[in-house]
Nanobody, 125 residues
């Protein structure tokens, strides 16, 4: 099983990034997927959720209206389009596949069947 995040980088406030999560080794369409982020010295923070077929989608308040989540089941890819980035969005961003019957907004690694290694997003001028 592999989940490999990419697309992070250094961006100025107000800028945009598109995060991708390439997956393999499991039945992608059977899993609900999340993005979770962790800033230095802070607890992991759930960012967004997408259901198995691409809906529903849910967002934590910081990303509501700015970070649309999407998935491509044919390509086994998960995406996070990040817009109007703020310095507070600086974090390591992970993609994860939720275990069955776990809360959609979990930030606990134990609730995930599969988890990537993260991609760093730094928002700074």
């Amino acid at each position: 099983v592999q989940l490999v995040e990419s697309g992070g980088g250094l961006v100025e406030p107000g800028g945009s990034l598109r995060l991708s999560c390439a997956t393999s080794g499991f039945t992608f369409g059977n899993y609900f997927l999340n993005w979770v982020r962790q800033a230095p010295g802070k607890e992991p923070e759930w960012v967004s959720f997408v259901g198995g077929g691409g809906s529903p989608t849910y967002y934590a308040d910081p990303g509501q209206g700015r970070f649309p989540i999407s998935r491509d089941n044919a390509e086994k890819m998960l995406y996070l389009q990040m817009t109007n980035l703020h310095s507070e969005d600086t974090a390591l961003y992970y993609c994860g596949a939720l275990r069955p019957c776990k809360f959609y907004n979990s930030n606990s690694r134990a609730d995930y069947a599969f988890w990537g290694r993260g991609t760093q997003v730094t928002v700074s001028s």
